[in-house]
Nanobody
Framework: EVQLQASGGGLVQPGGSLRLSCVATGFAFSSYAMTWLRQAPGKGLDYVATIDDDGDRTTYVDSVKGRFTISRDNALKTMYLDMNNLKPEDTAMYYC?????????RGQGTLVTVSS
């Protein structure tokens, strides 16, 4: 069974930093690109960033470029999202997801709140 568990969220002041982690089980993690998604309160699900299967290539939504960094450790079956210079508009539930021809699989999210 595919399981994705995100953690690391919390309350942070504007300009602060957080590191999110996502532990994957139940599938060959190193064979899949992985993605971070987020959903702000009252809004739809938005794309944040993707990393390819071996970590060589990354893509980001424009609003987080230069502030967020996606990475992965295939030996630990874990993906990360380092978030710096956080803004109130980054407030959202963050989900890690496996997006492939097999469909979208995402786990429980972790809440990030950016507020003074």
């Amino acid at each position: 069974e595919v399981q994705l568990q995100a953690s690391g969220g919390g309350l942070v002041q504007p300009g602060g930093s957080l590191r999110l982690s996502c532990v994957a089980t139940g599938f060959a993690f190193s064979s899949y690109a992985m993605t971070w998604l987020r959903q702000a309160p009252g809004k739809g699900l938005d794309y944040v960033a993707t990393i390819d299967d071996d970590g060589d290539r990354t893509t980001y939504v424009d609003s987080v470029k230069g502030r967020f960094t996606i990475s992965r450790d295939n030996a630990l079956k874990t993906m990360y999202l380092d978030m710096n210079n956080l803004k109130p508009e980054d407030t959202a539930m963050y989900y890690c997801a496996r997006v492939s021809t097999e469909g979208i699989r995402r786990g429980q999210g972790t809440l990030v709140t950016v507020s003074s």
